[in-house]
């Protein structure tokens, strides 16, 4: 089953109702959608693993080596392609289920690098994506302090893992965010 990116939207509200969750799914969609062609992939389909990627988090937030499986489980039950279902139930990486191809690998990069960005901005004198530029962004990558939550090293793997740098892989991420910034109410 093709869902489109609306109904994804509103299984992501459905399923978690807190809108910054909601937001954040909104932003890993829209940076998996800005990194598909690179690898030959289809962006609507790359846009809906982020999309749908933490679907299960108000299930599993107390317990995280279920999270991404139970995800799996309810969009293998709804239809939704193995691919996507498969990116979604790898992005937390947990042991036997690491990321294996692009998508996978883009989505468990993406994840961390978009709570970055997101931190970024609204400390920016702006508060507004659009006020952010990659170095601005780089700067705070840097700050261990600053966003602790956003794992560095997890970022870090666009380099061995999709052959991407990190400038160049933050200036994707950051350029897809300023794309649905409206939708981010960034």
């Known amino acids: 089953m093709e869902l489109t990116r609306q109904e ?9 109702g807190n809108e910054n ?14 990194l598909a062609p690179r690898f030959g992939g289809d962006p609507d ?3 809906l693993a982020g999309i749908l990627h933490d ?3 108000n299930e599993t937030k107390d317990n995280f080596e279920k999270h991404g499986h139970l995800s ?13 279902a498969a990116a979604v139930r790898a992005h937390p990486a947990h042991p036997g289920f690491e990321p294996k191809n692009p ?4 989505l468990h990069i993406v994840d961390p ?4 960005i997101v931190a970024a901005a609204l400390m920016h004198p702006s508060r507004k994506l659009a006020g952010v530029d990659t170095k601005f962004v780089l700067r705070r990558f840097k700050e261990k302090r600053f966003a602790a939550g956003a794992n560095r090293e997890q970022i870090k793997l666009c380099e061995p893992k999709l ?15 300023q794309s649905v910034a409206e939708e981010l109410g960034l």
């Open 8 to 16: 994804a939207i509103d299984i992501a509200r459905e399923r978690v």
């Open 21 to 34: 969750l909601v937001k954040h799914m909104i932003a890993v969609g829209a940076a998996m959608r800005a």
């Open 45 to 47: 389909r790359w846009e």
């Open 55 to 57: 679907i299960d988090y």
């Open 72 to 84: 799996y489980e309810w969009l293998r039950q709804m239809g939704v392609d193995e691919d996507i």
């Open 103 to 106: 998508m996978q690998w883009a």
């Open 113 to 116: 690098l978009t709570g970055l």
């Open 163 to 177: 052959g991407i740098p990190l400038e160049e892989f933050v200036s994707i991420v950051l350029g897809a965010m």
